[in-house]
């Protein structure tokens, strides 16, 4: 399910290997151990990233969430290379996992891993952006492209020749121990976007079956505000409206505690020095409800701009609601690769 609006390149493959969690120290992209498990056996999680032309540095960052706050780190080398040693028991019964890339000036990624452990596959979730970002850039997209088993990190891929957006490309047999690769490229971050990329979990931690089964991390809270860019004179003069966009997994309309519709809300809101009590505008999504199988699912939202103040700070905001025909049960769901884009 990776964002087709998002480009990266990114090679990963899983191998495994005895001794434990512990990650090369050294040089060249390796991991930052966090959450160290301790493990008997680990999943190398290996990839290239290769940024956006505008990149202040030719380094990114890349993150596994997993649990209460916790995620295996990694930056990657001058050529873009990374490992990350991964204790796959922190991520039995979640599929797909959701890998965040960032760089800055460039969109970050959202890559959703399928079978991390054993045949992994990068699949993605069609999202309406995709038809503008592709219809504005000079890269057509291409077929699938299946690489054989001695592409390294490093080697050389031409965005847009061998490599098809949004789509799974492959590289070697898929199995525990051999490798599969995935490329893409990142792009460049648009003046009329914002981003908030972490995965994050609403909800009160009390959930199951198949809708909301599968989620990475521990609940955070109810309720989230995140502060996401400043809305300039030039944005206020060329924009009315934003969307608001997120892959989201496990958010539903109604479950076997609910039989109308939980009060899931999202939008923005506007704080700072030019507000003198925030401005907040939330919907209740459209679709009301993610995949009914657990997949992450691309939501879209409007929200008018009109009353938001030139320099107010734009914050992404969102809460798990109770039932509406009464309870106490909240919703629980996961929300991921949010951008903030300012629409005429």
């Given at each position: ?337 949010v951008t903030v884009r300012f629409v005429k």
């Amino acid at each position: 399910m990776k964002k087709l609006s998002l480009l990266v390149i990114s090679m990963i493959s899983v191998a495994g290997c005895g001794g434990g969690n512990a990650p090369d120290s050294g040089s060249g992209g390796t991991v930052s151990a966090l959450g160290n498990s301790g493990s008997s056996e680990a999943t190398s999680v290996q990839g290239q990233v290769k940024v956006c032309p505008a990149a202040s540095s030719s380094k990114a960052k890349v993150s596994l969430a997993y649990g209460e706050g916790q995620k295996y780190e990694a930056t990657t080398d001058a050529n873009g290379n990374y490992v990350l040693q991964i204790d796959p028991s922190k991520f039995d019964g979640v599929n797909p996992v959701a890998l965040t890339v960032e760089s800055e000036k460039c969109a970050p990624e959202t890559i959703f891993i399928e079978n991390i452990a054993t045949s992994p596959a990068v699949v993605n979730v069609p999202t309406a952006a995709d038809t503008e970002i592709e219809a504005n850039s000079s890269t057509t997209p291409s077929s699938p492209v299946t690489l054989d088993s001695s592409t390294t990190p490093g080697s050389s891929t031409t965005p847009g020749s061998s490599t098809t957006t949004g789509s799974s490309t492959t590289t070697g047999s898929q199995g525990q121990g051999n490798a599969g690769t995935i490329v893409t490229t990142m792009r460049d971050l648009k003046p009329n976007e914002f981003f908030w990329q972490p995965l994050t979990h609403l909800g009160d931690d009390r959930y199951g079956g198949p809708a909301n089964s599968r989620l990475q991390v521990a609940a955070s809270g109810l309720t989230t505000s995140q502060p996401v860019g400043v809305l300039t004179q030039n944005l206020k003069d060329q924009f009315k409206t934003a969307r608001v966009e997120f892959f989201a997994r496990g958010m539903q309309k109604e479950s076997l505690q609910c039989a109308t519709e939980y009060n899931n809300q999202v939008g923005l809101s506007a704080t700072g020095a030019s507000v003198s009590s925030p401005i907040v505008k939330v919907v209740r999504p459209e679709p009301k409800a993610s995949a009914s199988n657990g997949d992450f699912t691309w939501i879209s939202v409007p929200v008018d701009l009109t009353d938001f103040p030139v320099g107010s700070t734009i914050n992404f905001v969102a809460s798990t609601g109770q039932c509406m025909s009464g309870g106490t049960d909240y919703d629980d769901f996961e929300v991921t690769g949010v951008t903030v884009r300012f629409v005429k």
